[in-house]
């Protein structure tokens, strides 16, 4: 079946942008920051401005995640997460195996 087959004013749903939104997660999961040498950058949305640099050892709560469809949807190629800090700081950080170890 080609496109040709629909009618004008249907749309394909292969044509149709993927949903990307933030999402509440069940549990806050407690993280780390993991960049020995170097800091993690917090920003103001998923791929956005910097807003800081979280030093290596930061405690974060992570209470949000970008709710994406598969890897080609990710945003500035990374997966994210919101985070807060003891201090009160809060924003976005890439989210990678590397950057952030599970806090115990």
Known sequence: MS????????????EMPPT????????PLEFSVN???ECLQL???PGGKETGCLPHGTHLIATQHMQIAGERDL???ERWIHVSTATGAEGWV?????????AY
């Open 94 to 102: 890439a989210f990678t195996a590397e950057n952030l170890s599970w």
């Open 75 to 77: 945003i500035a190629g």
């Open 20 to 27: 990307i939104a933030p999402a509440d997660l069940t549990t």
């Open 35 to 37: 960049t020995p040498g």
């Open 43 to 45: 920003r103001d949305e």
């Open 3 to 14: 496109s040709s087959d629909f009618p004008e004013r249907c749309v394909s749903v292969l």
